[in-house]
């Protein structure tokens, strides 16, 4: 099985708590790009039964309009993740996040579960990256893609701290080496990668300069926690205008008839390989789908 990467919009991914049904319901009018459902940290032990009907019913009852909806369950070694697994493949979202994987054993356990609760090939595997032992064992889980559902990495960087011992600082100094593995890890093999949480919900300019940060890295976008964030990276993760009609022109320039076989141009005085054709292709193909999820 192979991972198919899409162009799908994942700018701001909106964690929001399973236990709370008006959440949920806001959930549904809010402008970020994907909504994952969660019935892990953010719900208490003695609610996740009642969270993970609250979650399935609501994603079954539909109503997110062109949002992709996730829904996080807890580990199967937990006594709820193997139930979880079976109704959140039922309610049919998106794809299902799983917690704390740290080998690829880990993601064929986790794709032979979502095969076993019916999932179809098309519902996606994303896990999160959040444990020192999944750093050092990252290019093992990538390599899953290739006969799993697996489709996206999520950094889970509080855990990863605490896992660590590590202390954070704003240019997450901490977390280079980890955020750079899996990085190079995903675009070895096709996977999403989404950048890990801001905690400070009333710094808007930590927050900006963390987005970004993780722009910079290369990340498809930033989970977040509160709506607030929404605005500031669904803005940074956008293709800026400038970029997309650059884009544009390259690849206008490579179908030009007249410049057929050559493999360096010169558009709007830049040097451009034909290496530089397919980020182009990828840039418009990024602005079109948000501008058509943004238009609905």
């Not at 970020?32 to 994603?59: G, Q």
């Amino acid at each position: 099985m192979t991972t198919q990467t899409t162009h799908r919009p994942r700018r701001s991914c909106l964690y929001m708590p399973g236990a709370n049904p008006r959440a949920l319901e806001k959930a549904k009018s809010l402008p970020a790009d994907t909504v994952i459902l969660d019935l892990e940290d953010a719900v208490a032990p003695d609610a996740k039964e009642e969270a993970r009907e609250t979650v399935c019913s609501a994603v079954k009852a539909g109503g997110y309009g062109k949002r992709e909806v996730v829904i996080r369950v807890n580990g199967l070694d937990t006594e709820w993740g193997l139930d979880d697994m079976k109704a959140a493949v039922a309610a049919g979202p998106d794809a299902i996040l799983a917690p704390k994987v740290i080998d690829g054993g880990d993601i064929d356990r986790l794709d032979d579960a979502m095969s076993r609760a019916g999932a179809p090939k098309e519902m996606g595997l994303w896990v999160m990256i959040e444990m020192p032992k999944a750093i050092l064992n990252i290019m093992d889980i990538a390599e899953a893609a290739g006969r799993t559902r697996l489709s996206a990495f999520v950094m889970g960087t509080n855990d990863l701290a605490k896992e660590l011992r590590a202390v954070n600082d704003p240019a997450r100094t901490a977390f280079q080496t980890s955020l750079g593995l899996t990085m190079a890890a995903a675009r070895a093999f096709d996977i999403v990668a989404i950048d890990g949480v801001y905690n400070d919900i009333s710094n808007a300019e930590g927050l900006e300069n963390e987005v970004r940060q993780g722009r910079m890295l290369g990340f498809d976008g930033k989970t977040l926690i509160h709506p607030s964030q929404i605005e500031t990276t669904n803005r940074i993760f956008a293709p800026e205008e400038a970029d997309v009609q650059q884009a544009r022109d390259v690849i206008a320039a490579f179908a030009d008839p007249g410049n057929k076989g050559k493999g360096v141009l010169k558009v709007n005085g830049k040097m451009t390989e034909l290496l530089h054709l397919e980020e182009a292709k990828r840039i418009v193909a990024v602005d079109e789908a948000i501008k058509a999820m943004e238009s609905a």
